[in-house]
């Protein structure tokens, strides 16, 4: 499984994505997802995957040499325009599986993949993609910023009640970081280490650039941080009709400090308080 | 589909359920999920339920018969331990996909159904079980403080950062309901109103139990407060390298108040913002 989230906003594009690939549970492996395209002052791409790995890996290496190939037609360098780019990606994305098909057409592997594809082409503005199995394409919006691909459910409210238009790419970054950490968390088939992405409206070109393992200060920061800010936000929820009122009204006030999530070693309190 | 969460903390149970029943996208009613046993100072029972509606009414009347029945020998009211209850439970709810079953074998429709029970007996502490359609069924323990059933993924994140056995009770039922809304937000067939019950230890009766909907006063503002406080939760996370430090380093100081959600009519933009 995979899970991977682009965010477009304003201010730009926002791209996340696990390394975690699995044939089976016992057979796990840390492979690239998040792939950019980068021609500084003229055009820029990122592609994420999800799906078979065969699959996506030739899709990608066949972008890249046709994007090399000075005489190539057809390449992510000789589009005016993004959604040409889309199609030429998904049309890419198609053959890559029939070849695949073509092969092992018996052996019952799906050679699906599903990709995310965007970036900003020198006199438009930035655009996100979502490219089916079938080579066809969806495009993000205002209503919809954001698309998903691979292990979705877990990450998606906080980016339902967080990413409009407005927000600020660094915070949508944050907020892609606490979605793919919030599925991390959840489920197995989704891992470290992230790799992020943020390409900033006019830039053409990446901006940023980063991978976050488990015990880098800024993704140890926010998964520790995370917590604790939720945690308060439950403690100063509305009050139900039967309860008190909070101690201090000010919500801006700081609540005292929880107990430690990292606790001690403590003797095992053994069946009784699992069950009666 | 449906979305029911049970959450046991030290101080006591959380019952939190939503009442939408979908047969298909066009067929949409409300019915209750959330059952109430009460024999105030002997022993309480809360049943919530997901899966075919028929076995799960046919297995909750059931229940109410044989505890109304002063001969019955097995009953809600004659075991002396919750697990034995949980067993029972497990047997009705056999016995309604059984008949059910029976009669409409060759129609296609699942009549499984999941259910989560809870309460307390005098002399016992409180307890949680998921029982599952063979009759089997799992208790929750400190390590596994919340049990789920129906739609499942998007309501979990914030119950695993938060939920812990030291949590307050109406803290986990605020939890309960954020979980809640969140599911509604993103699924169809998860819908208001919802029902929420709390059964704090040692009361041996219901202690509160609340119907929310979406103008309740109280949901009204969880869910409206919600998404500020994520939002200002998500712009207080530790900054990238590469950005200026937050104006107020004191994180206890409110951020400048963000713009409203709800914004005025504005012209349409047309297709030129959704795609290029």
Redesign the interface.
């Known amino acids: 499984m995979t899970y991977c989230v682009g965010i477009e906003v304003d201010e730009g594009l926002v791209f996340a994505a696990d390394t975690r690939t699995n044939a089976s549970l016992d057979d796990v492996r840390v492979h690239r997802k998040l792939h950019v395209f980068d021609y500084p002052g003229e055009r820029v791409f990122v592609v994420m995957s999800a799906g078979n790995l065969a699959t996506t890996q030739l899709a990608v290496a066949r972008l890249r040499r046709d994007a090399e190939d000075p005489d190539a037609t057809r390449s992510l360098r000789t589009f005016r ?3 040409e780019v889309a199609e030429y990606v998904g049309e890419v994305l198609v053959a890559s599986q029939v070849q695949a098909y073509d092969s092992g057409q018996h052996s019952g592997v799906s050679t699906q993949a599903t990709l995310i594809l965007g970036g900003q082409i020198a006199g ?2 930035p ?1 996100l993609y979502l490219v089916y199995p079938l080579g066809n394409c969806i ?1 993000a ?2 209503e919809t910023p954001y698309l998903q691909i691979g292990e979705s ?6 980016l ?3 990413i409009r238009p ?1 927000t600020a790419l ?2 949508a ?3 892609a970081l ?1 979605s793919l950490d ?2 991390i ?2 489920n197995l088939s989704v891992g470290l280490p992230i790799d992020l992405a943020l390409v900033r409206a006019g830039d053409l070109r990446v901006s ?1 650039q ?1 991978r976050l393992e488990g015990d880098t200060a ?1 993704y140890a ?2 998964h520790e ?3 604790r ?3 308060n ?11 008190p009122a909070l101690p201090v009204a000010d919500e ?3 609540l005292p400090p929880l ?1 430690p999530r990292r606790a001690p070693s403590r003797p095992d ?1 053994g069946d009784q ?4």
């Open positions: 325009h993004l959604f438009e503005r655009g495009a919006s205002p459910k877990y990450g998606k409210p906080i339902d009640r967080i407005e660094e915070d970054a944050r907020c606490v919030s599925t968390r959840s940023q980063v800024l920061d926010i941080n995370w917590s800010k939720l945690e936000a439950v403690r100063t929820l509305p009050r139900f009709p039967w309860e801006s006030v700081a107990p309190p308080s699992a069950q009666q």
